[in-house]
């Protein structure tokens, strides 16, 4: 009896390690290709300058595909402000969130790698680290990145509820992403997602100023107070972006 208990258990403990296992490295692949996908779209080749077009098609394309692969297995989260917005919505518990953001840093460092090892030495530039744009204030950006990253979060929650009609939370989720570039872009260089930020940054070593200030995309490096525009509002909007979904379902909202 006691033998048949003790084959249970650790049937069951196999079934709960390969189901966790399954989703934290489906968020790993998914935030790397995203990276490797997004940030090579914006690389700026000397004869065919990226459009702000098509870097947000390319994000959009890449973010529908990674869903599509991705979220029946982990929730295709991709992004540490989704799953904080889903832990503060508990829709997802503490360890298993603090895992898919280990996941998704990882992820995002090896895409990052990977996109740079195959880059020419001359093409790699500032390779997609995040800044604030020249003629762009902290509290500018910081609005901005708020907007930007709220109607992302509202929109996976939205695209990813059982009670919606059915439809592909692939193809609205990519087109979040896409809004989001189209107008974020000139602002910040549209972040909305810190595992992406994180990866180029902790590539090229440039991690120190990634974490100094609140700023996102951009093409130049900034100085003095500008230089402290640089990724802190990403992180400050996934706090935020959790609240106010806590605070709109509390109120009866239903998206």
């Given at each position: 009896?006691?033998?048949?208990?003790?084959?249970?258990?650790?049937?069951?403990?196999?079934?709960?390690?390969?189901?966790?296992?399954?989703?934290?490295?489906?968020?790993?692949?998914?935030?790397?290709?995203?990276?490797?996908?997004?940030?090579?779209?914006?690389?700026?080749?000397?004869?065919?300058?990226?459009?702000?077009?098509?870097?947000?098609?390319?994000?959009?394309?890449?973010?529908?595909?990674?869903?599509?692969?991705?979220?029946?297995?982990?929730?295709?989260?991709?992004?540490?402000?989704?799953?904080?917005?889903?832990?503060?919505?508990?829709?997802?518990?503490?360890?298993?969130?603090?895992?898919?953001?280990?996941?998704?840093?990882?992820?995002?460092?090896?895409?990052?790698?990977?996109?740079?090892?195959?880059?020419?030495?001359?093409?790699?530039?500032?390779?997609?680290?995040?800044?604030?744009?020249?003629?762009?204030?902290?509290?500018?950006a910081v609005a901005v990145e708020l907007i930007l990253t709220l109607q992302l979060v509202l929109c996976v929650f939205a695209s990813t509820d059982s009670r919606q009609t059915t439809g592909s939370p692939a193809a609205t989720i990519g087109a979040s992403v896409a809004v989001g570039h189209l107008i974020g872009f000139y602002f910040t260089g549209c972040s909305?997602?810190?595992?992406?930020?994180?990866?180029?940054?902790?590539?090229?070593?440039?991690?120190?100023?990634?974490?100094?200030?609140?700023?996102?995309?951009?093409?130049?490096?900034?100085?003095?107070?500008?230089?402290?525009?640089?990724?802190?509002?990403?992180?400050?909007?996934?706090?935020?972006?959790?609240?106010?979904?806590?605070?709109?379902?509390?109120?009866?909202?239903?998206?």
């Amino acid at each position: 009896m006691e033998s048949g208990r003790c084959s249970l258990a650790k049937m069951l403990v196999c079934r709960l390690w390969m189901t966790i296992s399954k989703a934290l490295f489906a968020e790993f692949l998914a935030t790397a290709l995203y990276v490797f996908f997004g940030v090579g779209s914006a690389l700026r080749w000397p004869l065919a300058l990226p459009s702000v077009l098509q870097i947000a098609i390319t994000f959009n394309l890449a973010t529908a595909v990674i869903v599509q692969i991705t979220w029946k297995a982990s929730g295709a989260h991709v992004n540490p402000a989704v799953t904080l917005a889903f832990l503060v919505g508990s829709q997802i518990s503490l360890p298993r969130a603090v895992a898919y953001v280990a996941a998704q840093l990882a992820g995002a460092t090896a895409g990052a790698a990977l996109l740079y090892g195959v880059t020419p030495g001359d093409i790699r530039e500032n390779f997609g680290v995040n800044m604030v744009r020249s003629s762009a204030s902290t509290g500018q950006a910081v609005a901005v990145e708020l907007i930007l990253t709220l109607q992302l979060v509202l929109c996976v929650f939205a695209s990813t509820d059982s009670r919606q009609t059915t439809g592909s939370p692939a193809a609205t989720i990519g087109a979040s992403v896409a809004v989001g570039h189209l107008i974020g872009f000139y602002f910040t260089g549209c972040s909305m997602n810190p595992a992406r930020s994180f990866g180029s940054a902790i590539i090229v070593g440039k991690f120190e100023v990634h974490w100094k200030a609140p700023g996102l995309p951009g093409d130049q490096v900034n100085t003095g107070k500008q230089a402290e525009s640089q990724r802190r509002p990403v992180v400050l909007t996934a706090h935020e972006q959790g609240i106010c979904f806590c605070l709109l379902r509390s109120s009866g909202w239903d998206p």
